[in-house]
């Protein structure tokens, strides 16, 4: 297992949702600038607002640190006001996109078909997609986790080619546990992560190695022993990720976890 877990690349990814101003936001990827050796060993990125694209390049691009969007269109261009191409976003540097969210699921009634479109639009621009799964506290108490994070998975898993597909990121997010402060269990949460790595290998063996990240009320206290877990890669990380201290903390946690 060890062996296996050290073909996978390990990630801490920052999903600053709809937060930031121009101010705040220099201070904290300043600071985040700092993480030093820890990118020797963990992978870092911030997924910011779009308008704050051209001044995440201007800071970051002489740096370890990646960037990139809560999401593209499903669309290369056209008459689709208010949506972000995924060239779009390359054009600023980005290399990573957001699709799939719980939050985009929930109030923009995006279906898993949709989502799978999304990812195969950002790898096409050469992004690399962090395709967001997870079940709500319902699905949870009815035992239909794996029945519904299985047909999330799937919509892609069918989409996609196999070629495509281990370019993907994946991150389970239980909706219970986003912005709740309750997060899930390590067991919770690797059983999972451990289903998900069953289901992509399924596909083709190679997709064992896929990077899985788990997100949800992470935080300094507990990345440890989540970032630990035999199928888990690292994290998406919310609120968190909006204090550089807490967050750098969270990438230093990804650093030093050995696989239990």
Not at 43 to 58: D, K, S
Not at 129 to 136: A, D, L, N
Not at 206 to 212: E, I
Request: with cysteine; proline share 2%; hydrophobic share 45%.
């Amino acid at each position: 297992m060890a062996n296996e877990r050290a073909k996978r690349t390990k990630w801490v990814v920052g999903n600053w949702k709809m937060h930031g101003r121009l101010a705040e936001n220099e201070a904290l990827l300043r600071a985040l600038l700092q993480a030093g050796s820890v990118t020797e060993t963990v992978r870092i990125g911030v997924c910011v607002p779009a308008p704050y694209l051209a001044q995440t390049e201007a800071l970051l691009r002489s740096g370890p640190l990646a960037w990139g969007v809560q999401d593209v269109s499903a669309y290369a261009h056209g008459a689709y006001t208010g949506e972000t191409a995924a060239e779009m976003a390359a054009e600023f540097g980005a290399t990573l996109a957001i699709v799939g969210h719980s939050e985009r699921r929930a109030y923009h009634g995006e279906t898993s078909e949709v989502v799978a479109l999304k990812a195969q639009r950002a790898l096409a621009a050469g992004l690399t997609p962090i395709v967001c799964v997870g079940e709500t506290l319902q699905q949870r108490e009815t035992g239909a986790t794996q029945a519904v994070v299985g047909a999330q998975i799937d919509a892609v898993l069918d989409t996609l080619s196999v070629q495509e597909l281990a370019r993907i990121v994946v991150a389970y997010e239980p909706v219970w546990a986003i912005g709740t402060g309750k997060s899930a269990t390590v067991d919770e949460a690797q059983q999972v992560h451990a289903f998900l790595r069953a289901r992509l290998a399924a596909k083709d063996a190679g997709l064992g190695d896929v990077t899985l990240l788990y997100g949800g009320s992470v935080k300094p206290d507990n990345a440890e022993a989540l970032f630990g877990q035999a199928d888990i890669d690292g994290g998406l990380i919310g609120g968190a990720s909006l204090k550089s201290h807490d967050f750098l903390a969270i990438c230093m946690a990804a650093s030093t976890a050995r696989a239990v």
